[in-house]
């Protein structure tokens, strides 16, 4: 899976942010914190969710379940907006 | 009929279907060689009434029947937009006024009355101020400041000039029986900025457009205005912007 093309990943200061480019059907944002930044970054190019979070885990000194829920979560959401090329 | 435009430093060259466009732009009348060249056709306007009406049915309203040389001016307009970012410039929805060398524009959702809070600067001020557009202004950001632009494009009541002027701050309305402004930080700002920007449908564009919002984040100051319809409101927000203005330059 990975990022569309016209979906456009950028982080600001502590916030990240994924902005649809003009004309796609999701016309909206999707705000979140570094974690979704790091998750964003990941998905830039063809990964998978254990790859994800695997990667996650070198960041952060978290429980691998919590890091893995966050993942779910946000990849739910991508999804949910038509975000993600599977 | 083809024509060529100074817009926002820019000569553009607009090949249009119907005459209204150059009516509409002719006071941006330029000459020189084109740095873009506009052509708008058919498909392009059908495209704007589908927005159009698009829009209409999110706000819950009946669809309202432009005539084709109304949309073609929208989709010359949505043409430069595309492409402004390229020149470090974006179209950013509301209604920009100058006052003493500074310009300020007020952002907010259709409807929340960006347009009324001018006026009431206008009243106010009176002859100290002059409206740069009431609608789509166009800002360029380059060099760690901003300008703000005069455009054709300049809402249903034709109000702005064709002038640049230095964009100081950028004020967010929302209405409110009370009137209260304060100052909001840059991270809060960003989001409320990406709701009022022109997104282009080019992904490069796009990111263009973030960095961009990223430079004016650093290049102007950024309020929340809670405000009514009384004349007090515009005293307020402009003691405030202006006052914080000159307290920063000191």
């Known amino acids: 899976m990975k990022l569309k093309s016209e ?8 916030e990240s942010f994924l902005v649809p480019a003009g004309g796609s059907a999701f016309s909206g944002v999707v705000k979140g914190n570094a974690v979704l930044g790091e998750i964003l970054a990941r998905l830039q190019t063809d990964t998978t969710p254990e790859a994800i979070v695997k990667g996650l885990l070198e960041i952060y000194d978290a429980d ?16 949910r907006i038509g975000a993600l090329d599977e | 009929m083809t024509q060529t435009y100074l817009i926002a430093e820019r000569l553009v060259e607009i090949t249009s279907l119907f005459p209204a466009v150059h009516e509409h732009c002719r006071e941006y009348r330029a000459e020189g060689e084109p740095e873009l060249i506009v052509r708008t056709t058919p498909e392009d306007i059908e495209r704007e009434r589908e927005i159009s009406l698009r829009e209409d049915a999110i ?34 929805h509301g209604s920009a006024l100058a006052l003493d ?13 960006k347009s009324t809070h001018a006026r009431l600067w206008r009243e106010y001020l009176g002859d100290r101020v002059t409206m740069v557009n009431d609608d789509k202004p166009l800002v360029r950001i380059r060099g760690g400041g901003a300008v703000i632009f005069g455009t054709p494009w300049n809402g249903k009541h034709r109000l702005g000039e064709n ?3 230095p964009l100081r701050a950028v004020c967010f309305i929302e209405r409110a029986q ?9 991270a809060a700002a960003y989001p409320e900025l990406l709701r009022q920007v022109y997104r282009p449908a080019d992904a490069a564009m796009m990111a263009g457009t973030l960095r961009l919002l990223d430079a004016l984040c650093a290049a102007a100051s950024f ?10 409101a515009a005293r307020i927000a402009c003691e405030a912007m202006k006052g914080q203005a000159n307290e920063t330059q000191e």
């Open chain 2, 223 to 232: 309020w929340r205005l809670e405000c009514n319809m009384d004349i007090e």
């Open chain 2, 163 to 165: 002038i640049a002027v």
């Open chain 2, 178 to 186: 009370e009137n209260r402004i304060r100052p909001v930080t840059a």
């Open chain 2, 59 to 92: 706000e819950n309203r009946p669809g309202r029947d432009y005539p084709d040389s109304y949309l073609e001016t929208l989709a010359v307009y949505r043409h430069i937009a595309e492409r402004m970012p390229a020149w470090d410039t974006l179209l950013i």
């Open chain 1, 64 to 79: 691998e379940a919590v890091i893995a829920r966050d993942v779910d979560r946000a990849l739910g959401e991508l999804r």
């Open chain 2, 101 to 113: 060398g500074a310009a300020y524009l007020f952002a907010a959702p259709s409807g929340t009355g």
């Open chain 1, 7 to 14: 979906f456009i990943a950028h982080r600001t200061g502590d």
